[in-house]
């Protein structure tokens, strides 16, 4: 379960900060399903927001024993 964490924790970071990233520099987002996730209008709260929900998934994967 640790490990399926952090490989969704892993995930929703680089989500995150690839589409904070496109959102400010106006690339395009890297992870393309992150914009289902994001309601329109509200991107840069939205993109944060996964980011820290992936930084609180991933950090019970790295504490182990």
């Known amino acids: 379960m640790k490990t399926l964490l952090g490989y969704l924790g892993f995930i929703l970071i680089l989500g ?3 589409g904070l990233l496109a959102d400010h520099l ?3 987002c890297l ?3 992150v914009r289902l996730l ?3 209008g509200h991107e840069t ?3 944060a927001a996964l980011l820290v ?3 609180v ?3 019970p994967s790295a504490r182990r024993g």
Do not use: E, H, W
Request: a neutral charge; aromatic letters at 20%.
């Open 16 to 18: 995150g900060a690839s």
């Open 26 to 28: 106006g690339g395009f």
């Open 31 to 33: 992870f393309g399903f």
């Open 38 to 40: 994001v309601p329109s």
């Open 45 to 47: 709260a939205g993109y």
């Open 53 to 55: 929900l992936g930084v």
């Open 57 to 59: 998934l991933a950090i």
